[in-house]
């Protein structure tokens, strides 16, 4: 799970913890994100590269500027996003 808190800060986990979910909620510290996701990085060589990323988070449902926020931060921190490795998820899809 990817999350981007106000101010740029990017914080990552797994989904669950010792058998445990852990929420975006729990992870800001109940304090607003600009975005919520999911994502994959693979080391290729000496470049760190995210395979996937996406903006499945539940209940908060970011839009497109989530990703980009996901994506900002990811490469401000040296990591190389895939164009092709980008998906948004359509809300209004049943």
């Known amino acids: 799970m990817i999350y981007v808190l106000a101010g740029e ?3 990552v986990s797994k989904r669950h913890v010792t058998g445990e979910h852990i929420s975006h909620a729990v992870l800001a ?12 990085v693979s080391e290729l060589g000496k470049v760190k590269v995210v395979m996937s ?3 499945m988070s539940g209940h ?11 994506m900002r931060a990811f490469e401000e921190r040296g990591l190389q996003v895939l164009p092709d490795s980008v998906e948004q998820y ?5």
């Open 9 to 11: 800060r990017l914080i």
């Open 29 to 40: 510290d109940g304090g607003p994100v600009q975005a919520a996701g999911e994502f994959e």
């Open 60 to 70: 908060y449902r970011p839009g497109r500027e989530s990703l980009d926020a996901a």
């Open 90 to 94: 359509d809300w209004r899809t049943p």
């Open 53 to 55: 990323i996406n903006n």
